[in-house]
């Protein structure tokens, strides 16, 4: 039977002498997995890893029960890989059309006439079937986005690599995105990056927090929510001892960190559990991107 | 207005039975008539509506065609390949112009001043190493990252493009050979360090480094090389001599092989 998951053992990757991942160890299997972290956590340096395009200093990776630094396997991970990279490239004066349809060709459909089927399949999948003959350079920017996540979706691929999807939708644009991703047929193993919990809980069977190149947390969200259980309170002055506070707005604060005793207790989220987990290293501005 | 169409003319319509003028005057009152237009919707087949629906779509959205492209094609390069090719940033007009207009100027100091074709010789392998390096560099790439990813992205799409740059300088560093007074087989020593230097810009950037900084080292290199051998030297064009030519062959080899061991790292990048 075909190895439909991947694993990532002990990787480690510098850039000069600036530490980007430091021994991440991780497996995911079919399905949606999250990675949560701040800015400069690490994420992209990761998924550009279970992308192919980026190779560790040391440790292993397996996708698909594959090894991506052997040539010819690398070549078909590839075939069974669809990859939208943080910021993804477009050659501007190219029709949204013309820029999937050469995404297409480099992944190997020759065969023109089932090309443009396949290219209109993932177009219409996006909700740009519509625009589909406007120049790239014309479409806003959350339409530049799903443009972006057509092109991954092209040939139903088995490992779906999204960095940071979500970025730059407004809500109702992520709603639809939320729809397309979780709705995607066949199962395939599908890795995304954010920094939003909203999309962890909304989206994400599973979730994995990184946070300066290490892995901080891995389980589901109900999981990560339930580590900062009992670690919430609410008063209506701000508590020098929280590990973070901020009003809310109706003028209390929130608190996250060992309460005091007696301290009014509040039912966690996940956004409580990743402040809690990542606080003091969320605003720090992080070494590789 | 409350004229409708009857049902019977509709279902004549629908089938293709009604002439010409009685169809065309009934198509303008459907393009008027919103009631009219969901009666006939129901009698028409969904299935040949859809196939010309997609065909009517195909024929829109169909890829433009550029002249490189439908050039390449002519010249019996698949569609996809010649697709490939031809966003090529350095296969672009401004690129291939400013090249034309550098070697027109070189063919003239040929014939008009002093030097004879030294500037022209020295000028003509450095064209298709810009053009290389321009071609590959990933900054000319803008789809770079989603191209590396992709099993027909990486080595063969360098190849592919470097190839098709080399070619189309080569071609036009030909033409203006032929415009050169006349120096023997001298006027075609540049072809082998052309390759010899395009080969190693390639060969080069596999250590980390971009192919814009390998290729200018490389140019500065080639020129202060060939202007100290004419000093130097008592024979003049040693640079384009026999024994030059067995050297450049030999270092175009060498880059070839280094190319082609290393051609991982076209695939697999340690950075981005």
């Known amino acids: 039977m075909e190895d439909a998951s991947l694993r990532v053992e002990a990787i480690e990757k510098r850039f000069g002498s600036v530490p980007a991942l430091n021994g991440v160890t991780m497996d995911a299997g079919p399905g949606i997995t999250g990675l949560l972290g701040p800015n400069g956590a690490g994420k992209t340096t990761l998924l550009r890893m279970l992308a192919t395009v980026l190779a560790p200093d040391s440790g292993t990776l397996q996708l698909l029960g594959l090894d991506p630094t052997r040539s010819a396997e690398r070549v078909e991970i590839r075939r069974r890989l669809g990859y939208m990279p943080q910021e993804p490239g477009f050659y501007r004066s190219f029709t949204a059309f013309e820029f999937v349809d050469y995404v297409a060709i480099l992944k190997e459909m020759t065969d023109r006439d089932e090309r443009h089927r396949e290219v209109r399949r993932v177009l219409d999948a996006v909700g740009l079937g519509d625009v589909s003959t406007r120049k790239v350079r014309a479409l806003s920017g959350g339409m530049r986005q799903r443009l972006a996540l057509a092109q991954a979706l092209l040939r139903d691929p088995d490992l779906l690599v999204l960095d940071e999807p979500t970025a730059g939708l407004d809500p109702e644009q992520r709603l639809r995105f939320r729809e397309i991703v979780s709705q995607l047929p066949h199962r395939p193993v599908v890795i995304l990056s954010t920094h939003q919990t909203e999309d962890v809980t909304a989206l994400c069977e599973r979730v994995v927090v990184l946070a300066e190149g290490a892995i901080r947390f891995d389980g589901t969200p109900v999981e990560l929510a339930r580590t900062a259980e009992d670690r919430v309170w609410i008063r209506e002055d701000r508590d020098d001892r929280a590990v973070l506070s901020w009003r809310m707005g109706d003028g209390r604060y929130r608190h996250i960190g060992d309460p005091p005793p007696g301290a009014a207790l509040s039912p966690a989220t996940i956004d409580d559990a990743y402040l809690l987990m990542v606080g003091g290293t969320a605003d720090r501005e992080g070494v590789a991107a | ?272």
Do not use: K
């Open chain 2, 1 to 272: 207005m409350s004229w409708h169409a009857d049902t019977d003319l509709f279902d004549r319509y629908a089938r293709g039975q009604v002439d010409a003028a009685t169809a065309a005057s009934l198509e303008s009152h459907l393009v008027a008539c919103a009631h009219c237009r969901a009666r006939t919707s129901r009698m028409v087949e969904a299935e040949p509506l859809e196939r010309i629906w997609t065909e009517v779509r195909a024929d829109v959205e169909r890829p433009q065609l550029a002249l490189l492209e439908r050039l390449l094609s002519a010249a019996g390069l698949p569609e996809h390949t010649a697709r490939l090719v031809a966003v090529t940033p350095a296969l672009r007009a401004p690129w291939l112009l400013a090249v034309a207009v550098a070697l027109g100027f070189a063919v003239l100091a040929a014939h008009g001043g002093g030097g004879g074709p030294l500037a022209f010789l020295i000028l003509a392998p450095l064209v298709p190493v810009g053009g290389v390096a321009l071609a590959y560099r990933n900054s000319a790439d803008p789809a770079y990252e989603i191209a590396l990813a992709s099993p027909g992205g990486g080595f063969r799409l360098v190849m592919l493009r470097a190839g098709a740059v080399a070619l189309a300088s080569i071609a036009i560093v030909g033409v203006a050979t032929v415009l050169l007074p006349d120096v023997g087989w001298t006027a075609v020593g540049w072809l082998l360090p052309c390759l010899a230097l395009s080969m190693l810009t390639l060969a080069g950037s596999t250590a980390s480094a971009s192919p814009v900084t390998v290729a200018s080292v490389l140019a500065g290199a080639w020129v202060l090389g060939v202007l100290v051998a004419e000093r130097v030297a008592e024979q003049q064009y040693l640079a384009f001599g026999a024994g030059a030519q067995v050297l450049f062959g030999a270092l175009a080899v060498g880059a070839a092989v280094v190319l082609v061991l290393r051609r991982d790292r076209f695939e697999l990048r340690t950075r981005i």
